[in-house]
Nanobody, 125 residues
Framework: QVQLEESGGGLVQAGDSLRLSCAAS????????MGWFCQAPGKEREFVAVINWSGGRKYYADSVKGRFTISRDNAKNTVYLQMNSLKPEDTAVYYCAADSRGWVLTTEMHEYDYWGQGTQVTVSS
């Protein structure tokens, strides 16, 4: 069993940056693919970014390419989402998720095995 806990959310202004963290306990994350998803009020949860087990492969939603960077530190059992040039439309609850098929980059929520509780990101204009 893997427990995931997100942190780093908050209220910022458009153009600011935030770094979200996803810390794991219960099991090492080093063999898992890790994804970030977001859910805005009244909308479905959607894919943001994913990184494979080694950190050597990454994939982003078009809406965040060039602004967000996913990374991981397996020694710290933590995954990060660096969010730059934030926009009001980035406002959402951000969730991290773990996929036991660490070599796969998947954007599909149902393929993830474990989820965190989420952290709120609010971007004011």
């Amino acid at each position: 069993q893997v427990q995931l806990e997100e942190s780093g959310g908050g209220l910022v202004q458009a153009g600011d940056s935030l770094r979200l963290s996803c810390a794991a306990s219960g099991r090492t994350l080093s063999s898992y693919g890790m994804g970030w998803f977001c859910q805005a009020p009244g909308k479905e949860r959607e894919f943001v970014a994913v990184i494979n087990w080694s950190g050597g492969r990454k994939y982003y939603a078009d809406s965040v390419k060039g602004r967000f960077t996913i990374s991981r530190d397996n020694a710290k059992n933590t995954v990060y989402l660096q969010m730059n040039s934030l926009k009001p439309e980035d406002t959402a609850v951000y969730y991290c998720a773990a996929d036991s098929r660490g070599w796969v980059l998947t954007t599909e929520m149902h393929e993830y095995d474990y989820w965190g509780q989420g952290t709120q990101v609010t971007v004011s204009s």
